[in-house]
Nanobody, 121 residues
Framework: QLQASGGGSVQPGGSLRLSCAGS????????IGWFRQAPGREREGVSC????????LYSDTVKGRFTISRDFGKNTVTLQMNDLKPEDTAVYYC????????????????WGQGTQVTVSS
């Protein structure tokens, strides 16, 4: 199971750092994607990082503001979110399909508890 953490409430322009941890398997072996879900809106892929060369993908809506990274050995993936906007408000989830490459931004094979991000003045 995957668990996202690090969410909170910030003002527009603020930053948050989300973390994804895994229990029961090693995140270092797999590509990890992030997606978000806001009430009344469609699920949206945010970013993905591969496990082979840490290559990354971003959605156009977060490109240039969010940075995904991984710390091999610590079994975690981090999503640094800068210049947050009210439209970034959502529950954020991390996910994997146990593959090594980012053929898409996220999957629904394995995912778990999300973390709430609220951006409001």
């Amino acid at each position: 199971q995957l668990q996202a953490s690090g969410g909170g409430s910030v003002q527009p322009g603020g930053s948050l750092r989300l973390s994804c941890a895994g229990s029961g398997f090693t995140l270092d072996l797999f590509a990890i994607g992030w997606f978000r879900q806001a009430p009344g809106r469609e699920r949206e892929g945010v970013s993905c990082i591969s496990s082979t060369d840490s290559s990354t993908l971003y959605s156009d809506t977060v490109k240039g503001r969010f940075t995904i990274s991984r710390d091999f050995g610590k079994n975690t993936v981090t999503l640094q979110m800068n210049d947050l906007k009210p439209e970034d408000t959502a529950v954020y989830y991390c996910s994997t399909d146990l593959q090594t490459e980012c053929n898409r931004l996220y999957w629904l094979d394995y995912w778990g508890q999300g973390t709430q991000v609220t951006v409001s003045s």
